[in-house]
């Protein structure tokens, strides 16, 4: 399964403050994926929209600097870009001190645990602690999954103002990934009101067949919600009342914690 970008991010235009090339340096790394570890120069242009010959600068440039390798046909990512993604997550507070206490939850309810960051209208996973193989696709850090359809992503969304919640919702490819899943924009808009109201979201099969899962927020020193955590499982294993009723309590109480020590460094 295949999760587009519907981030529905407008690209900026181009002007005084906008490097043109480094921002298509940036669209031919984001075209290597899981379905395309290695390309061909004619399918980087073709992914990208660029010409061969621009497609051909940009990937010699990043070659020079070691952030990809080439065969002499086929063209693929090094372990060097892992830099960039690390360069985030070093200069975020919040991962050191959420994964103890993510490891601690997952110790104790015997489910995986993930934690996310709202970007645009998808979610970002920046943190997984996982058990049991419990999906069919697989997520680590700098996954992204859309945020309506996760329990993640509607807590996320819960954080911010109703008109910008349906802006997102509207502007983002809405795909009906298993028959549980709400692609309405106002169902969701239910939905994503709820979370806000209870403070936490509980989600049945709308990503994944037999997958639930429970999110809560993580917050600043503000109040404001800048990033979630959830625990998921198989509903064969990890009933809605068992995550409502038993797992719920200890995933707030976590979140809690993480603000908690997040908001005393100073976040």
């Not at 660029?50 to 390798?69: D, H, K, M, P, W």
């Amino acid at each position: 399964m295949v999760f587009p970008n519907t981030s529905g991010d407008i690209p900026p235009k181009p002007g005084d403050s906008y490097v043109q090339s480094f921002a298509r340096g940036l669209e031919v790394i984001r075209s290597f994926s899981a379905e395309a570890r290695r390309q061909t120069l004619t399918e980087v242009a073709a992914r990208t929209g660029l010409t061969r010959a621009g497609a051909r600068r940009i990937l010699l440039t990043l070659q020079t600097l070691g952030y990809v390798e080439s065969d002499g046909r086929l063209f693929r990512l090094t372990p060097r870009i892992l830099d960039l993604g690390f360069a985030y997550l070093s200069s975020m507070p919040m991962w050191d001190v959420a994964e103890p206490l993510m490891e601690d939850l997952v110790e104790r309810v015997k489910e995986s645990c993930s934690a996310a960051v709202l970007e645009g209208s998808d979610i970002v996973y920046v943190l997984r602690v996982p058990t049991h193989k419990i999906m069919k696709i697989n997520l680590g850090v700098g996954s992204r999954l859309p945020a309506c359809v996760t329990s993640l992503g509607r807590v996320l969304l819960a954080a911010l103002p109703d008109e910008e919640v349906r802006a997102r919702l509207e502007g983002s490819r809405r795909t009906a990934y298993t028959p549980h899943t709400v692609t309405d924009v106002d169902a969701l808009m239910d939905r994503v009101r709820q979370a806000r109201s209870q403070g936490w979201c509980l989600l049945d099969q709308e990503l994944e067949e037999g997958l639930v899962s429970i999110a809560a927020p993580v917050t600043d020193r503000a109040g404001r919600t800048v990033a979630a955590i959830n625990v998921s499982g198989q509903i064969n294993r990890t009933g809605l009342e068992v995550l409502q009723h038993d797992v719920l309590p200890q995933l707030r109480a976590a979140a809690a914690a993480i603000s908690q020590r997040l908001q005393a460094r100073g976040g």
